[in-house]
């Protein structure tokens, strides 16, 4: 798994290893797969009615995965626990979306 490359050229945010990516620049993170985790739940649905958000290839095929705050902070601290806590809950998440089909 790695960034999509225009997402990876983005400057850090300066406290952590995250990349802030405004609505204007929705359409960077063209990939197989896009993690996603708002910081605010609910804003999960104004994302998914967003058309800009719908526009998204990888949002088309339905191979998008919201994260929740463990799911996030497991890949944002990764160690010899978070990292099977990742796998075992990401797995599932995996095998329910189209990746393309």
Do not use: C, N
Request: proline share 10%; glycine share 8%; charged share 20%.
């Amino acid at each position: 798994m790695e960034l999509a490359p225009a997402v990876a050229a983005l400057p850090p945010d300066g406290t952590s290893f995250s990349v802030f990516v405004g609505r204007e620049q929705i359409a960077l993170p063209e990939a197989d797969v896009l993690l996603l985790r708002a910081a605010d739940p609910t804003l999960e649905a104004t994302f998914e009615a967003d058309p800009l958000f719908q526009g998204l290839p990888v949002v088309q095929r339905k191979d998008h995965i919201w994260t929740g705050e463990d799911l996030w902070s497991s890949f944002r601290s990764p160690s010899v626990l978070t990292i099977p806590y990742a796998l075992e809950h990401l797995e599932p998440e995996l095998e329910g979306i189209g990746l393309g089909g």
